[in-house]
């Protein structure tokens, strides 16, 4: 167990790779790093289970962490298949082109 | 030696019912040629009927199963009812939409077979981690459904929007869960009470609390978390929208009254305040917004926003009468919104869906029933007595009057003064205008008698409501029991 670094240290990389992830997703145009982007904010969370799970000395964050891997795998599968989807009817992968609906 | 937990397998006989039901349409899609995929429809029809004939004998216990990771209580059944009801629904109006919209997948009806499982796990968990599962379980499939509409430009895009923002909701999601798990220790929901209840106020909890509720607010399509609904409604077929607006919305409320109720209840002080925001931005701006909708499944969104922040009025009121009326209110809510999204999906303008207001001109006189059911629902859902809307309207603002926000019902009120003008503008336009050119209905006998049953129960639970209430009493008594401020 890593207990000469503080805990601290890896809550507030967490906190930083999930703002980095969230800037992302709000402020890149292309939907694959938009897609890259929230992989990051996953794996911020995970950092986070990891963390608390290894100082607390139980399982379920590490439980929690796997399973947060397989749905992020399963959800990034299916924005992957809508992104191919969306580059066959609109010729272009960029978030702004989506914008047939307003109001 | 590893101790085996305490397993009550009776506890999930529903879902392992709906995934079967799943897999067996799932083999039938094998053999069944593409010009005759309705026969899924029928099938998982058949099974969700049988589903309901067996809820009534559901195993309902208020221990906790499957090492605290499963809460069958009443609440949950009760829920399961709504669950299973939207996705008979809209499979009954979707097989003939389908072929209108020559949409001929067959996996349609597992994506609403899956979705409902999801729901399903989402109010049986009594654990952070059965609730991510579930809730994942259903947007991820949610994400597929509402991306197979025929208009393949809308439908992608709004498929694209979903996912990217109800991905970084279950980030945020996840974040604060995180967090509160991180600070008490464990991940069961009664264990976070606990510990909570002893003192445990580090304000990373506050956080915590702040983004579960921020995630749970964007499924219920709160605002300032709404911004997907009424493009994602508009761009995804019709059916979809149907048990989109209802089914997961029902889910929402399910974790977000348990999870608040049973958990965080200690904070109620602090998590007031925000949700006081949420709720009160809610009901007014999906109200003025809705007035300069031209489309009217966008119109239908927007007051769904505004409906899920009168709902919540129930859970601000933290008191019985409150969350039991919040559970009611979903329940009319069913199907009042069901039954008009199942008359809006047969109303056709020539070869396509009638989305315009404009092509509701006259329908009083060219489709008097279609006309008639329509106003009913949409009288329900601007809360006109004797309707269920009406009711569940009352009883959601007495509790709140009965906790003292007095602002909060005033801003209902008003709402709901605004949400009369776009709702009657709708039925001016079906009895007092010329009929319009292309317009007509397209249904089947089956359509016709889901959207009857939708009208039969919108009436009966305006006009009696008592049986109701206390069958959501009586489900809420063990959400609070839990605790004994009451």
Not at chain 1, 18 to 37: D, E, H, P, Q, Y
Not at chain 2, 122 to 145: C, F, P, Q, R, W
Not at chain 2, 295 to 315: C, D, E, F
Request: charged share 10%; with cysteine.
């Amino acid at each position: 167990m890593a207990t000469s670094i503080p805990m601290e240290y890896y809550l507030v990389l967490s906190v930083i790779l999930f703002a980095i992830g969230v800037v992302g997703v709000i402020s890149r145009k292309n939907i694959i790093i938009v897609l890259m982007s929230l992989e990051l904010c996953l794996n911020a969370v995970n950092i986070n289970f990891v963390t608390f799970s290894s100082y607390l000395g139980d399982m379920t964050g590490r439980i929690f962490a796997i399973f947060t891997m397989a749905v992020a795998a399963a959800e990034v599968a299916v924005g992957l298949a809508i992104a191919v989807n969306l580059f066959k009817v609109k010729k272009s992968v960029i978030v702004e082109d989506a914008n047939t609906m307003k109001g | 030696m590893i101790e085996l937990p305490n397993i009550q397998l009776a506890a999930i006989y529903p879902e392992i019912a709906v995934l079967l039901l799943a897999f067996v349409v799932l083999a039938v899609d094998f053999v069944v040629p593409a010009n005759k995929k309705s026969t899924l429809g029928y099938l998982t029809i058949a099974g969700l009927v049988l589903l309901l004939i067996y809820m009534p004998f559901a195993y309902i216990s208020n221990e906790a199963t499957f090492s605290g990771m499963v809460l069958s209580d009443s609440y949950a059944i009760l829920f399961e009812w709504i669950f299973i009801l939207a996705a008979l629904f809209t499979v009954i109006h979707s097989i003939h939409y389908l072929k209108l919209e020559r949409i001929r997948t067959g996996e349609y009806y597992q994506f609403v077979l899956y979705a409902t499982l999801g729901m399903m796990v989402m109010a049986k968990g009594n654990d952070l981690m059965a609730i991510y599962v579930g809730l994942e379980l259903m947007s991820i499939s949610l994400y597929i459904m509402s991306a197979i509409g025929k208009d393949r430009i809308r439908s992608t895009e709004a498929a694209m929007k979903y996912l990217i923002l109800g991905a970084l909701a279950s980030g945020i999601l996840l974040f604060g869960m995180s967090y509160i798990y991180g600070l008490t220790g464990s991940t069961n929901l009664y264990a976070i009470s606990s510990s909570l209840q002893s003192g445990n106020n580090n304000f990373l909890i506050y956080t915590g609390i702040l983004l579960v509720a921020v995630g749970f607010s964007f499924k219920m399509a709160l605002v300032p978390f709404h911004s997907w609904a009424p493009d994602v409604y508009e761009g995804a077929p019709t059916s979809v929208t149907a048990f989109m607006s209802s089914g997961p919305k029902a889910a929402a409320l399910a974790i977000f009254l348990r999870v608040f109720v049973e958990s965080f209840h200690g904070f109620e002080e602090q998590w007031t305040l925000f949700l006081w925001f949420f709720s009160a931005a809610s009901m007014l701006f999906g109200s003025i917004v809705a007035i300069s909708q031209k489309n009217i499944i966008r119109m239908l969104a927007y007051s769904s926003i505004t409906h899920a922040g009168t709902i919540m009025l129930g859970l601000l009121a933290f008191n019985e009468l409150g969350i039991a009326s919040a559970v009611y209110y979903m329940m009319v809510y069913l199907f009042m919104n069901m039954g008009a999204f199942g008359v809006v999906i047969f109303i056709r303008y020539k070869e396509d869906r009638g989305e315009d207001i404009n092509i509701f001109c006259g329908l009083g006189k060219t489709h008097p029933v279609a006309a008639f059911l329509l106003t009913l629902f949409l009288l329900s859902l601007a809360g006109i007595p004797p309707t269920g809307g009406f009711v569940v309207k009352f009883y959601v603002f007495s509790s709140a009057i009965q906790a003292g926000y007095l602002w909060l019902v005033i801003i209902a009120a008003l709402s709901t003064v605004i949400s009369l003008y776009y709702y009657l503008r709708v039925i001016v336009f079906m009895y007092m205008k010329e009929p319009a050119e292309g317009q007509s209905v397209n249904t089947t006998p089956l359509q016709w008698s889901a959207v009857a049953i939708s009208a039969v129960f919108t009436i009966v639970m305006g006009v009696i409501p008592a049986p109701f209430m206390g069958w959501a009493t009586a489900a809420v008594k063990g959400l609070i029991s839990s605790f004994h401020s009451f």
